[in-house]
């Protein structure tokens, strides 16, 4: 569910409104004010939870790439004259790439849970074009 969803279900919780049954009409519900904290605070832990599984599954596949990144590294120092500086530009612009994905994963743990949904689409870019540079760069170090 999106920010914008959780923040309108917050809105209409704190209005106090519920649509009852079929009825079309907004029926003015009493809730108290601890009741919409309590709700609030649910929202939040449950928003805090999704974003630490998150990270974990980004930590998990950067760890990946890294294993795979070393194993590149090795090539590269077993690779001869022309080839071993071809291999360098790929596995650069690979760890340009890699760099640019860990600056939003740190993005992505100082974002407020407000802007968290904002800051998982373009870190689910990043992570795109980072996994295509480096299935190009798998081939290259065949």
């Known amino acids: 569910m999106k920010m914008g969803q959780w923040l309108a279900i917050g ?9 009852v049954g079929g009825d079309s009409k907004p029926t003015p519900t ?38 795979q990144m070393a194993e590149y590294k090795k090539k ?31 993005d992505l743990g100082d974002d407020s849970k407000d802007a968290w949904e904002d800051a998982k689409s373009g870190i689910d870019k990043a992570w795109a074009d980072l996994k295509d540079a480096a299935d190009k760069a798998k081939d290259n170090f065949k």
């Open 11 to 19: 809105a209409a919780v704190g209005l106090g409104l519920a649509v």
């Open 30 to 67: 009493v809730l108290s004010t601890k009741d919409v904290r309590k709700e609030v605070k649910e929202v939040g832990e449950a928003i805090k939870a999704q974003k630490e599984a998150y990270q974990k599954q980004l930590d998990q596949k950067l760890e990946n790439l890294d294993n």
């Open 76 to 106: 590269i120092g077993e690779a001869k004259d022309d080839a071993k500086v071809e291999l360098q530009k790929k596995y650069d612009a690979l760890e340009v790439k890699r760099e640019d994905f860990k600056k939003k994963m740190k």
